[in-house]
């Protein structure tokens, strides 16, 4: 089905009278539609999030190995760490990159012993479901040598907070490494 031109871009009706300029008309049309399309297609490529057949570009761009067998999904996702991992780290930078990864509201706390603290925040009552060897492989890369990265843990005030009780324990047995592991947003030093 072909595209309908804007009425701006039309040739008036009484040039389709002719035969032969109605096949020019619509090789014409039907060249000009392609090629805006072919041009879409390029602009799509200068964006991470909109890049398809780009994708290795900006893998290249950043220094990451292609790896087609990964969905687009997870190969944007990628080079956007990648792309935020470049230039100065500031406390900003590793909050955008922390929310972005996890989907959570966070704070970084520096604290005075050469070490900054992430935690997440969360509008409701419940504990995060983070990835946190994800967040610090990620934070470890960009943040400066010399400083200690620690993603603040769960309280009992924490666990108290969302409801849990003991008689959850007891119908869930589990230990503390289960469930800190499982429950926990913070990682070992």
Known sequence: MRETLPERERVPAYHYACEQSKAIIETLADASLEAKAALEDVIDQFFVDTATWGLRLWEQQVGIQTDASLSQAARRAAIKQ???????TTAEMVRGLAESITGYEARVIVNGDYSFSLEFLGEANTLADINVE????????????????????????????????????????????????????HAKN
């Open 82 to 88: 990648k792309l935020v991992a470049s230039g100065n």
């Open 134 to 185: 994800e967040v610090r492989s990620i934070v470890e890369q960009i943040k400066p040598a010399h400083l200690r990265f620690v993603i603040s843990g769960l309280t009992w005030a924490d666990v108290e907070s969302v409801g849990l009780i003991w008689q959850w324990f007891e119908d869930n047995p589990t230990t503390w490494a289960e469930f800190d592991a499982k429950f926990c947003v």
